[in-house]
């Protein structure tokens, strides 16, 4: 999947040219964020070109509420902390 650099990111935010904003939830416990918009789905980079993580929702949470004015974010756990549950 494509990514998208942190500029960019806020651009779409800031003209609302989106569908939907996703945190994904990791194995690890942390999570990625994901834009959604007619050209596509990209994911946040880093400045070093790695996926951008989080390491809880909440920090992406309060990253949007300071950059942007948007009112709903998708939160994905599906695969989040999977193999650390005990079942």
Do not use: C
């Not at 806020?10 to 609302?16: E, H, K, P, R």
């Amino acid at each position: 999947m494509p990514r998208i650099k942190t500029e960019e990111l806020l651009a779409i935010l800031d003209t609302g040219d989106f569908t939907a904003v996703r945190l994904k939830g990791l194995q690890n416990g942390s999570f990625y964020m994901m834009i959604e918009s007619a050209k596509g789905s990209f994911i946040h980079e880093s400045s070093d070109g790695s996926i951008k993580e989080y390491p809880k929702a909440d920090n992406a949470l309060a990253w949007l509420k300071r950059k942007a004015s948007i009112k709903e974010v998708v939160v994905d756990i599906e695969i989040w902390q999977v193999d650390s549950e005990k079942r």
